[in-house]
């Protein structure tokens, strides 16, 4: 159990001073430190260690690398107390290749078979000292120059950390934060760094909106914000196979972005649309298409605002059945999709396109990978390895329809060993 104050820093010269003081309050400061360090956040598509109420973070430091598991809520906003659980290992390694441990299993369990992204990075100068009184070490004295990175965002902070030390007292962790409250004017309860970090993803994508320039009359009608988390929930949404087809939906996003020409802005938007496309599924199995894209008529996702949230029910929408002209001139007439300004009917088709590819390269649910993207040859050649391949090969051919409508250069998939 980690039980911590922390203390946002507005004043530099209080931060500079802090980091000369020997003593605070009747505690001596000894044993004086500094040291940079690297922190990766990591979590999957469906954001599932966050949604479980965790941060998972690894940590390079010096010849070393830690991971930890920590807990994000805390019951009392001035003394945070939160379960930490830790890994040192000399290298980084993906969490399977990991020695046996309760990390190990505890991550395991979380994730299942998804994999880990990066969510944000955080660099930090920080300097240490321990608290002491009697000889007795108290608290760990942290003082943190502190930048988050998330995108093409940077935030810089500083602030100061007490954490309580196993032969302290928390009586003695709160005489401090009162002398530090007091005596030098910080507030106590600011965000952690994580809590930080996840507000800059979240501000990315209100961001991206305004980026995109759609028209003024591509507005959101009033629906109901549930998180992604909540719609797994309420319509029992296919977790594993929507992770595999986000997954997958970014690789395509990236690896094909010369051809589809979409703006980067639109990676969120791409990411959630994945993982939302079989919301419809319990209610209507046979066109769960149409009963997702009703469902999100209603139910907009809180983690994607306006007017970026309206196009996941097209995608939903354009998911399964096959496509051809007719179709698409059909879809183009309709007054909800027709009233959309041109720019973004098409950003809204080309994200279908992909997710469509991407859903077929998970028909077989067994797991099957893109193993390279060849853009050298005359058709784009994307090569599928895993046992269900050949399957997966012929479903994502098979819904490349879209693609083919849209793009003047084909694609074909391929099954390798």
């Known amino acids: 159990m980690e039980i911590e104050a922390k203390f946002l820093v507005s004043d530099e010269n209080i931060f500079i001073n802090l980091k000369k003081e020997s003593s605070i309050d009747s505690f001596n400061v000894t044993d004086k430190s500094e040291a940079v360090f690297k922190d990766t956040y990591l979590d999957t598509v469906d954001m599932v260690i966050h949604s479980s109420g965790y941060s998972f973070r690894c940590r390079e430091k010096n010849d070393k690398v830690i991971y930890t598991l920590k807990s994000l809520k805390s019951a009392d906003p001035l003394i945070h107390r939160r379960e930490e659980i830790e890994l040192v290992l000399s290298e980084k390694k993906n969490v399977e290749n990991w020695k046996d441990s309760e990390l190990k299993s505890l991550i395991l369990n979380l994730i299942g078979s998804g994999k880990l992204f990066p969510l944000f990075y955080v660099s930090h ?84 909106a305004e ?15 549930l998180s992604i988390s909540e719609m ?6 296919e977790r594993k196979h929507a992770r595999k087809v986000s997954e997958n939906s970014l690789e395509l996003f990236h690896g094909l972005i010369e051809y589809h020409d979409l703006s980067p802005y639109l990676i969120h938007t791409m990411k959630i649309a994945a993982l939302v496309h079989d919301i419809g599924v319990i209610a209507d ?43 698409l001139e059909k879809l183009r007439s309709k007054k909800q999709f027709g009233n959309f300004s041109p720019k973004m009917q098409n950003d809204i088709l080309k994200i279908a396109a992909i997710l469509r590819l991407a859903d077929g390269l998970d028909y077989s649910r067994m797991d099957s990978r893109i193993a390279n993207i060849d853009l050298a040859a005359g058709d784009i050649i994307i090569e599928v390895k895993g046992s269900g391949a050949g399957i997966d090969s012929d479903r994502a051919n098979t819904k490349a329809d879209m693609w083919r409508l849209l793009f003047d250069r084909g694609i074909i998939f391929r099954p390798v060993t």
Not at 158 to 167: D, M, T, Y
Not at 211 to 225: E, F, R, V
Not at 232 to 237: A, R
């Open 232 to 237: 797994f929930d309420e319509y029992d949404i």
């Open 125 to 208: 100068t920080r300097t240490t000292g321990m608290l002491v009184t009697e000889s007795r070490e108290v608290a760990e004295l942290s003082l943190d120059d502190v930048i988050i990175s998330c995108d093409n965002n940077e935030r810089s902070y500083l602030e100061v950390e007490l954490e309580l030390e196993e032969n302290g007292t928390e009586n003695e962790l709160t005489k401090l934060v009162y002398f530090i409250e007091k005596d030098l004017g910080l507030v106590a309860g600011c965000n952690s760094k994580f809590d930080n970090g996840y507000e800059m993803i979240l501000e990315n994508i209100r961001n991206s």
């Open 211 to 225: 980026h995109m320039g759609y028209s003024s009359s591509d507005k959101c009608p009033d629906t109901k914000a």
């Open 285 to 327: 199995v046979t066109d769960h298409h149409k009963a997702g894209r009703d469902i999100l008529f209603q139910h907009s996702p809180a983690e994607l605002p306006c007017p970026l949230c309206l196009m996941l029910p097209w995608t939903t929408f354009l998911h399964k059945k096959r496509i051809d002209p007719a179709k």
